[in-house]
């Protein structure tokens, strides 16, 4: 049998913090063809009353990818990652990510269901600064393909 | 700047088409750090009974909110952005072709106002997302703060 039920309530206390740079931002927005200028352009993100360059509003899953990583990594988990697929993605956040934020997720699982020979296991990555400032909360449900 | 009190359930805000190649997905593989080969193999896409290379779900979740994002002019402006993966977008790789100008795939976007919160001022904008002919993403919603 594939994933484990008894992960449900488990949580992945945050492990090593995410720098967030003004390049990776600028990388990330031209990857998914973004064109806002708060994006790339300092002072575009300064007159939007921000620090410095703004995230596109999907960039936390880069942080909660890694999170998510934990979890398929350990061995007691019983997903086979070359199954997954990806079946909902939602971001609420508490306030945007700019450049210079230094960001820590604590994983939290939420659900296993059985889908039919597969199962369906939903994440929840609590996104803070590393003073404890809530930014963003992920939560991600990933199809495990059942094995032929 | 957006003004709330012109906004109607229904209306408009634009619409805006995505070109996606195989360059494009090694690109976002890069970016973000998902390198599951699904997403630039085409052998092992094929293996795992996927119809060849598919986009990263989140590369076309993220292409499709910067319409919302230019619309209202501050991209932290996406409170809450949530979607449904309901079929993979195939990007092909046509014979003959620079894998880095081929025209690739085209995702359709249409942004629509959802619903509206006048008490937090907030506006849902809905995202129909259309590739290949077929719907992509299901309940695609971004709320804005206005």
């Known amino acids: 049998m594939g994933i484990n039920p008894e992960l449900v309530g488990r949580v992945f206390p945050a492990n090593q913090s995410y720098q967030v740079g003004r390049e990776k931002i600028r990388e990330f927005a031209q990857a998914i063809k973004a064109t806002s200028p708060a994006h790339f352009d300092v002072q575009a993100a300064k007159e939007l009353g921000y620090s410095d360059v703004v995230a596109p509003p999907t960039f936390a899953i880069i942080v909660a990818q890694r999170a998510d990583a934990q979890l398929i990594a350990d061995p007691a988990s019983g997903i086979d990652f070359s199954r997954v697929v990806h079946a909902d993605q939602r971001f609420t956040h508490h306030r945007p990510i700019v450049a210079g934020d230094e960001l820590v997720a604590e994983l939290h699982v939420d659900q296993v269901r059985e889908m039919g020979a597969g199962a369906m296991i939903t994440t929840r990555a609590e996104i803070a600064t590393v003073d404890g400032e809530k930014v963003a909360t992920a939560i991600s449900s990933l199809l495990v393909r059942a094995e032929d | ?146």
């Not at chain 2, 634009?14 to 997905?25: I, K």
């Not at chain 2, 290379?53 to 809450?80: R, Y």
């Not at chain 2, 006048?118 to 002919?133: M, P, Q, Y």
Request: proline share 4%; glycine share 8%; hydrophobic share 40%.
């Open chain 2, 1 to 146: 700047m957006i003004d709330f009190e012109t906004l109607e359930k229904g209306t408009v805000i634009g619409s805006h088409t995505v070109q996606v190649n195989r360059a494009d997905l090694v690109r976002y593989a890069g970016a973000s750090g998902d390198f599951n080969p699904i997403h630039w193999n085409e052998r092992f896409a094929k293996e795992v009974e996927l119809p060849s290379v598919i986009a990263h779900g989140m590369f076309t979740m993220g292409s499709v909110i910067d319409l919302v994002s230019t619309w209202v002019g501050n991209p932290g402006a996406v409170i809450d952005y949530q979607t449904r993966f309901t079929k993979p977008v195939v990007v092909e790789d046509p014979e003959g072709s620079n894998p880095s100008e081929a025209e690739g795939t085209s995702i359709f976007v249409e942004g629509k106002v959802g619903a509206l919160d006048s008490e937090k001022r907030t506006a849902r904008i809905d995202l129909a997302v259309t590739a290949n002919d077929s719907k992509v993403l299901l309940k695609c919603q971004a709320v804005v703060q206005l």
